[in-house]
């Protein structure tokens, strides 16, 4: 079945430094993939997603691209803020409207 | 604005108490989930349900239950509950069909069974 497989946290930066959050997937065919955050006390939200391979998910200065070769859907953003603290979920659809989520990453960012 | 609402940010509880948790979304989406979220495991789907009525054990049902019985609401029961189901329960929806691929959050029930 479908799965994703997350990096581990929790991941501490300082302001300005470049981030990335590896997300590796098994699937069967070339489903979408997704990232989701959840800011402290908050539910998820949908950051960005890509619809096909190769295409390139972007929102709020973060970025991911979808990359069949390797399996993989990484989260990376050029400059972290303070605000961007948060916990950050791959996701990827099962069957009908279902998703498969990762175990989440969890960012604090340091000015 | 587009909204999911649960009845409770914290709850707490007594182990054996039948316990509710409410979820209401005002979009007029098909599609709503229970799910947990613990450290380290991400989020478990428990339940879900595609219209009305209806409903669909997921990943982790054991515990629960759930009733559906209009568009808007979708609930969540605990029947007796256990000091294992302490965790953040978050509801989702979203629409049926490509568009249904976002999946919108309540802000979670933080509970926790003593």
């Known amino acids: 079945g479908n799965s994703v497989t997350q990096m581990e946290g929790p991941v501490t930066l300082s302001e300005e430094a470049f981030l990335t959050i590896n997300c590796t997937y098994t699937?069967?065919?070339?489903?979408?993939l997704f990232w989701y955050v959840q800011y402290p006390g908050e539910g998820l939200q949908l950051l960005l997603k890509?619809?096909?391979?190769?295409d390139k998910g972007s929102n709020k200065g973060f970025e991911a691209t979808y990359r069949k070769e390797t399996t993989s859907f990484h989260l990376e953003k050029g400059s972290v803020q303070v605000s961007d603290s948060a916990v950050y979920f791959c996701?990827?659809?099962?069957?009908?409207?279902?998703?498969?989520f990762g175990t989440g990453t969890s960012l604090t960012v340091i000015p | 604005d587009v909204k999911v609402t649960q009845s409770s940010r914290y709850l707490v509880k007594r182990t054996g108490e039948k316990v509710f948790l409410e979820c209401v979304q005002d979009?007029?989406?098909?599609?709503m989930f229970w799910y947990r979220q613990d450290p380290g495991l991400g989020l478990r789907l428990i339940y879900f349900?595609?219209?009305?009525?209806?409903?669909e054990k997921g990943d982790i049902p054991e515990g629960y239950s759930v009733s559906r019985e209009k568009k808007e609401r979708f609930s969540l029961i605990l029947e007796s509950a256990s000091t294992n189901q302490t965790s953040m329960y978050l509801c989702?929806?979203?629409?049926?069909?490509?568009?249904?691929?976002?999946?919108?959050f309540g802000s979670g029930t933080q509970l926790s069974v003593l």
């Open positions: 989702a929806s979203s629409q049926t069909g490509a568009r249904g691929r976002k999946l919108f």
């Open positions: 699937a069967t065919g070339y489903p979408s």
């Open positions: 890509a619809t096909k391979a190769d």
């Open positions: 996701a990827l659809p099962n069957t009908g409207n279902q998703f498969y």
């Open positions: 979009m007029d989406h098909e599609n």
């Open positions: 349900s595609y219209d009305v009525k209806m409903k």
